[in-house]
């Protein structure tokens, strides 16, 4: 059995999924639900590892410190401990300094492609620009590591639960789901990650299928977009010849 792992270069970080359960969940910033948080950050912590992921040292500190929160949440208060800060309080300044860090960096981000289109070097053939995506055509559209996850998550929370499971040596490739995924595309012009993996009853299939989805972005052969509402991603093909199709 092959060992598949995956390591990304803009690994996101333990604030990083933080915000991401806020803003999945519209959750106020000031006031986190802390018990809800831990147990969904401990479970995304052991799908990580289910596929295979590098799970940083801060991914730990943050479990312990949110474990930490938790407990301190549920002492009960002295009479004279009521003047006392919030147990929550230097995370949520934490949460929010990242955040404007991370919307100021988005920014700058901006503001340098858009002076690259001001001062344009010529079309000369090497020039890689020649080779990017047309503009607003970005290959992850907002779409995170823990998009995937969540999708993954959905995924698994959905499969029958087996009481006897069987374990064989699994014949499913990258290159095999790759292909599987172009096939996929040709026919339905685009997909959602849910529909891609309907039918597929093995668990190391879906997860190859997903790091075969990561590889095809990395080489802009596919296209991968949040679904409003849902905890599925939206597949397209990078390829102008492939007709598109709504996704009801």
Request: net charge negative; no cysteine; hydrophobic share 45%.
């Amino acid at each position: 059995m092959h060992n598949y792992r995956v390591k990304l270069e803009n690994f996101e970080g333990p604030l990083d999924l933080l915000l991401f359960f806020i803003k999945r969940d519209e959750l106020d910033i000031y006031d986190i639900p802390i018990a809800r948080i831990t147990q969904e950050y401990l479970e995304y912590l052991h799908l990580m590892s289910t596929l295979d992921l590098e799970v940083a040292g801060d991914f730990i500190v943050m479990a312990a410190t949110l474990m930490q929160i938790k407990v301190k949440m549920l002492l009960p208060r002295q009479e004279n401990e009521d003047l006392e800060e919030d147990p929550r309080a230097e995370l949520v300044r934490r949460l929010i300094e990242y955040k404007r860090f991370k919307e100021m960096s988005l920014e700058f981000s901006r503001l340098e492609d858009e002076q690259r289109k001001v001062h344009y070097r010529k079309y000369f053939h090497s020039d890689p620009k020649l080779h990017m995506l047309e503009e607003n055509e970005d290959p992850l559209k907002d779409v995170s590591l823990f998009n995937l996850i969540s999708a993954f998550k959905s995924t698994l929370d959905h499969m029958p639960r087996k009481v006897v499971h069987q374990v064989e040596l699994p014949s499913v490739s990258i290159d095999e789901q790759m292909s599987f995924t172009l096939d996929f595309l040709r026919v339905h012009g685009q997909t959602t990650f849910l529909d891609l993996i309907a039918h597929m009853t093995e668990r190391i299939r879906i997860i190859v299928t997903i790091i075969a989805l990561l590889e095809m972005v990395k080489n802009k052969v596919v296209s991968l977009a949040p679904v409003d509402g849902q905890d599925d991603i939206l597949i397209r093909s990078v390829n102008n010849n492939v007709p598109f199709r709504a996704v009801s």
